[in-house]
């Protein structure tokens, strides 16, 4: 196990169109997370999992936004009728079941750049 | 409301000099704060928790309560720090679970 991996690392989309990410985290970490990151911020939180219970979500997650995580391993992020303004690096993070709040390490993967014209 | 705020988009320093790269945080609890380090085409990674009080690469930082800070210093800067830094706070969220909230980000740029 390399790390947290995600796929695609590059997605070009029309407006209008539903684009779906994958990310698989650390085989043993049962915490996922999802953030967006635009130019010249800071990721921004989007939505968690523990196991396959999404347990938080963003103001900023839209009902076009969907993510599940159905088996407790891999999760997905789905954008239905995607906008300009979705186009974003997006990121994955697990962290260790073993961690506490002081403790809880985000292993980031790689991003997703999503750029919809 | 939680917040992070880096005030310096980029902080250039020469080689050999110091470096402080700086924080401020609102928060109204007990915050739990962290330093994530992007080096150049490599992912996200944690550099140091304010909760272990170590230092990581000749990097520290230490929490003040008082200044509501958490500045990442250190005496002499190389060339390799030369990385976007990212603060980050775990914070308890309205429903109960936490989440981290991150600055936006200083660009060091380390100078030969």
């Known amino acids: 196990d390399t790390g947290v991996s995600q796929d695609p690392r590059h997605k070009i989309t029309k407006r209008g169109q539903n684009v779906t990410f994958r990310c698989d985290p650390i085989?043993?970490?049962?915490?996922l997370y999802w953030y967006r990151q635009t130019l010249g911020q800071g990721p921004e939180f989007l939505t968690y999992?523990?196991?396959?219970?999404?347990?938080?979500k963003s103001r900023l997650l839209s009902d076009r936004f969907s993510a599940e995580r159905p088996k407790g391993s891999f999760s997905t992020l789905e954008i239905q009728r995607t906008e300009q303004g979705d186009s974003a690096m997006y990121l994955c993070?697990?962290?260790?079941?073993?961690?506490?709040?002081?403790?809880?390490?985000?292993?980031f993967g790689p991003g997703t750049r999503l750029t919809v014209l | 409301a939680q917040r992070v705020t880096q005030p310096e988009k980029l902080l250039s320093v020469f080689k050999g000099a110091p470096v402080e790269l700086k924080c401020n945080y609102s928060?109204?609890?007990?915050?739990?704060l962290f330093w994530y380090v992007q080096y150049s085409r490599q992912r996200l990674q944690l550099l140091l928790r304010?909760?272990s009080r170590e230092s990581i690469k000749g990097f520290t930082a230490d929490l003040n309560k008082g200044e509501t800070s958490f500045h990442l210093k250190k005496p002499f800067a190389q060339e390799e720090d030369s990385a976007m830094y990212y603060c980050?706070?775990?914070?308890?969220?309205?429903?109960?679970?936490?989440?981290?909230?991150f600055g936006t980000g200083t660009r060091l740029k380390v100078l030969a």
């Open positions: 928060y109204s609890g007990s915050p739990e």
């Open positions: 980050a706070l775990n914070g308890l969220t309205t429903s109960g679970t936490y989440k981290y909230i």
């Open positions: 993070a697990s962290s260790s079941p073993t961690s506490n709040r002081n403790t809880d390490t985000q292993y």
């Open positions: 999992f523990q196991n396959e219970a999404q347990l938080e």
């Open positions: 085989s043993e970490h049962n915490r």
């Open positions: 304010h909760i």
